[in-house]
Every structure is written in structure tokens, then in C-alpha cells.
């Protein structure tokens, strides 16, 4: 099965969602995850809150032979929209051919009464893609 999805040709009208934080699930994080969904031909779209930074998702996936990569890019409207147009600005000289931007809140929910706060500080310094994001000490 082949069609179309904003210009782009791919095996199924199927996209990865956008998943923050894959480091805490394989070491490869994104980069493993971006090239499995270029072999599958379908449609990867990186998190903003991702624990691998645009530029070297995109130049990993670049690299493969016998595929073209269709690589979208998540983000939420910032308040600073500085931020909100940096990783935009990075999605597009980095060849991402979309951006979808998430409405509901970038903040943390209930779940953050819940989860230790040594996991915060951890994940702050993991998410390169956000740089001025508050580092907790």
C-alpha cells in the first residue's frame, strides 16, 4: 500500500506519535526509533521533549541507504516564542517536512505529585531540544 501525506509518499497513512524521553527505554533513543520508521516507510515525528536533538536525528536517518526519510517535528506553543520558533527554525533547516504542534499543556500534570523528584532532575538534562527549559539543581 503506498500514499500520500503532506506530499510526502509512504506505506501507510500511519505516523510514530510523538514520544518524549525514548532514552529512558533504549540508549539508541530517537535515532533507533527514526530509522525503524524510515525502513517502514512511514512517518516519524520527534518530540520536542525528545532525548536526542533535531539536527542529529535528522542527519542519522540521512544517512540510509534506499530510503527517503519523512521526518515531522512536535512542539507546543512556548510561552517564550523564542523557543517555540527555534525549534521550528531547527525542524526546517534540518529537513523536516511538518510540524505539529501539540495544544493542550506543555506542563506536567498530576503525575508530577507521584514520581520522584530525582527523576526530574535527571530528564532535565536529557532534552536537548529544549535548552532553556528549567534546570533543576
Not at 500514499?3 to 506505506?11: A, E
Not at 527514526?34 to 536517518?61: G, H, P, Q, R, Y
Request: charged share 20%; hydrophobic share 40%.
Amino acid at each position: 500500500m503506498n500514499c500520500k501525506i503532506l506530499d510526502s509518499s509512504v506505506s501507510c497513512p500511519i505516523g510514530i506519535a510523538p514520544v518524549g524521553l525514548h532514552v529512558l527505554a533504549h540508549q539508541e533513543a530517537e535515532l533507533a526509533t527514526a530509522k525503524a520508521c524510515c525502513k517502514e516507510d512511514c512517518v516519524f515525528i520527534l518530540s520536542s521533549s525528545a532525548s536526542s536533538d533535531i539536527e542529529t536525528v535528522a542527519n542519522e536517518v540521512s544517512g540510509l541507504r534506499e530510503v527517503r526519510p519523512v521526518l515531522w517535528m512536535q512542539t507546543y506553543i512556548h510561552k517564550d516564542r523564542s523557543v517555540t520558533m527555534g525549534i521550528i527554525r531547527k525542524a526546517e533547516a534540518s529537513g523536516f517536512s511538518a510540524i505539529v504542534v501539540t495544544v493542550d499543556s506543555p506542563n506536567c500534570g498530576l503525575w508530577r505529585k507521584v514520581i520522584p523528584e530525582d527523576f526530574f532532575k535527571m530528564v532535565a538534562t536529557k532534552m536537548p531540544n529544549l535548552p532553556s527549559l528549567p534546570r533543576l539543581s
